[in-house]
């Protein structure tokens, strides 16, 4: 499995991530509100809500909006509003192959905004629920290269406690496992190893990818871009080598 560069293929943000943090942070409450509903606001006991709060500090939410969407989700059956996730499959030109997660208060808005937005792409929506063959889970996690840590030695204890595959770029050390294993080899590396995680997730990694010309990488990532510019979607998953 390939390293950074890949990561970077599959879940496709706007350059500008500072302009985006208002909405990403929103993403992340409305995740944090759903694991809270379901499972209770204790990340000890909750291993999903664990999880997600590590996704969204290591994006640098702060610490407070953390702590608003625990007590949102508390009161979400009460306040009468609740989340639904659902994922779509899709595929754009030239084989481009989606998947698109979606946290909706109103499923039928959320579809009908997604089959515009496929419409506007000249692309194609698919199943409900259903995932391309061609995608796997898996966890991701990514640790920021420093000094104190010796990539032999990281890379050994990953391997010994449940990590698949490990690789390294010229910044960070990149983790891949089972998506069941992600919360107990996080905190193993943490217990042994002074790190600072950039990323924590459960994505989707396609089997291989689509290769294109400039013009036509650009429009189609112009086109992810609109995908993500609705509030509904959490993350697209494509195909495309960038």
Same mark, same amino acid.
């Given at each position: ?45 909750? $291993? ?13 939410? $702060? ?68 995932? $391309? ?10 640790? /920021? ?7 032999? /030695? ?24 089972? $998506?069941?294993?992600?919360? /107990? ?58």
């Amino acid at each position: 499995m390939a390293g950074h560069s890949k990561w970077a293929n599959i879940k496709h943000r706007k350059g500008a991530q500072d302009a985006l943090k208002a909405k990403i942070f929103n993403k992340f409450s409305k995740e944090i509100m759903v694991s809270v509903v379901k499972g209770g606001p204790d990340p000890n006991s909750n $291993p999903s809500l664990r999880l997600i709060i590590s996704k969204a500090r290591a994006k640098s939410m $702060p610490k407070s909006n953390i702590e608003k969407a625990i007590a949102k989700g508390q009161g979400a059956t009460s306040e009468g509003q609740t989340f639904k996730e659902i994922i779509y499959s899709g595929t754009l030109s030239n084989g481009i192959s989606l998947i698109v997660t979606i946290l909706t208060d109103n499923v039928n808005r959320s579809v009908s905004s997604l089959q515009a937005l496929f419409r506007r792409a000249n692309g194609q929506i698919g199943k409900q629920n259903s995932i $391309p063959y061609l995608f796997e889970q898996k966890g991701y996690l990514e640790i /920021d290269k420093t000094d104190q840590i010796n990539s032999d /030695d990281l890379m050994m204890f990953v391997l010994e406690n449940g990590g698949d595959d490990f690789q390294e770029d010229e910044e960070s050390y990149l983790i891949y496992c089972e $998506p069941r294993a992600i919360q /107990d080899l996080k905190s193993a590396i943490e217990n042994n190893f002074s790190v600072n995680f950039s990323a924590v997730e459960i994505s989707y990694f396609p089997d291989s990818w689509v290769e294109l010309d400039q013009e036509s990488t650009e429009k189609i990532l112009n086109q992810i871009d609109n995908f993500l510019e609705d509030d509904d979607i959490q993350n697209v998953y494509h195909n495309l080598k960038v």
